[in-house]
């Protein structure tokens, strides 16, 4: 009876929207509160899915979201790389590397004729991988890969100034007499051997000087002004004089310096025979010369009225 009631109500109130607005009363579910009647259960259509149609609360859990996973610091801290450490200095070859305000550094030392040394450029103190004699040609003088340190082997005899090694065996400069500053020699170039070892240059015009001719080994050990003086001191005959100074003995292209003739203004008086504005009796070489080992060379032009004789040989340093 009470269906029938039911849908003759839905019937009449609502004929626009049909009767699935009304839901019969269910007597199986009475509401305890409210006395046992019954409860009137509204169908209103399928249930709309809202805004959030999953799990709701405050935070009921972990929820997957901008921590759930590794993340932008899930890790160690990174920062930004630094460029190189402050104050760091090596060499890489020739290179040195440095840093300055976090920015690496760079120097190529050989392009400054330089060597690297602890991160630092270097002057060179010789040419690397060189070889040469010594000035006296007493030894060989030998720089390293680098050119920041030279060797010195000193040689038995001498050394040989074209393969900068030393001579195994005795050349023409070993046992040669020698004279030293403040010394005065006198000889006769009569009794000398003519190697025609007159080298013409400057005051010493092209002549050969033909006549005898001794070679003196002079060591210097100081850096000074010096003159060595040879004049003619023979009583008999005239001696043309002309002295020369080198660094190998038997090397023209060694020659430092020459001298052939005096000026008269400047020739000792007590020599005599002074003619033509020159003294041709006398020689003399005056110059500024550093330490090491040169040698005098003694020698005199033959021609009508001159030739060989007795001369004397001086060292002086003013």
Do not use: K, N, W
Request: proline fraction near 6%; include cysteine; aromatic fraction near 4%.
């Amino acid at each position: 009876m009470l269906r029938l009631r039911a849908a003759f109500v839905c019937a009449l109130a609502v004929p626009a929207t049909g009767c699935s607005a009304v839901v019969a009363p269910d007597t199986s579910r009475l509401d305890p509160v409210d006395g046992g009647r019954v409860v009137m259960l509204v169908d209103s259509g399928p249930m709309q899915q809202g805004p959030d149609a999953g799990p709701t609360g405050v935070d009921s859990g972990t929820i997957p979201g901008s921590d759930a996973g590794p993340g932008s610091d899930s890790g160690p801290r990174i920062d930004a790389p630094l460029g190189c450490p402050p104050g760091a200095a090596r060499c890489e070859g020739e290179v040195a590397v440095t840093c300055e305000d976090g920015v690496e550094l760079r120097d190529d030392c050989t392009a400054r004729d330089a060597y690297c040394d602890e991160g630092t450029c270097v002057e060179r103190v010789c040419e690397p991988g060189s070889r040469a004699c010594s000035p006296d040609r007493r030894s060989v003088l030998e720089c390293d890969a680098r050119g920041s340190a030279q060797t010195t082997t000193p040689c038995a005899l001498f050394c040989d100034a074209t393969s900068a090694t030393c001579l195994l065996e005795g050349g023409a400069c070993e046992g040669l007499p020698t004279i030293a500053v403040g010394d005065t020699e006198r000889f006769s170039l009569c009794s000398e051997d003519d190697d025609d070892t007159h080298a013409a240059s400057g005051d010493c015009g092209t002549s050969r000087a033909d006549a005898g001719d001794r070679t003196f080994a002079l060591t210097i050990t100081e850096d000074r002004f010096y003159v060595i003086d040879l004049r003619d001191v023979d009583g008999t005959r005239g001696v043309d004089t002309v002295v020369y100074l080198r660094r190998t003995c038997d090397d023209g292209d060694t020659q430092v310096a020459c001298d052939d003739d005096v000026p008269c203004t400047e020739s000792d008086p007590t020599i005599g025979g002074c003619a033509s504005g020159v003294q041709v009796r006398q020689s003399r070489i005056a110059q500024r010369l550093s330490p090491g080992t040169y040698y005098v060379v003694a020698d005199a032009f033959e021609y009508d009225g001159f030739g060989c004789g007795t001369v004397e040989l001086r060292v002086r340093a003013p």
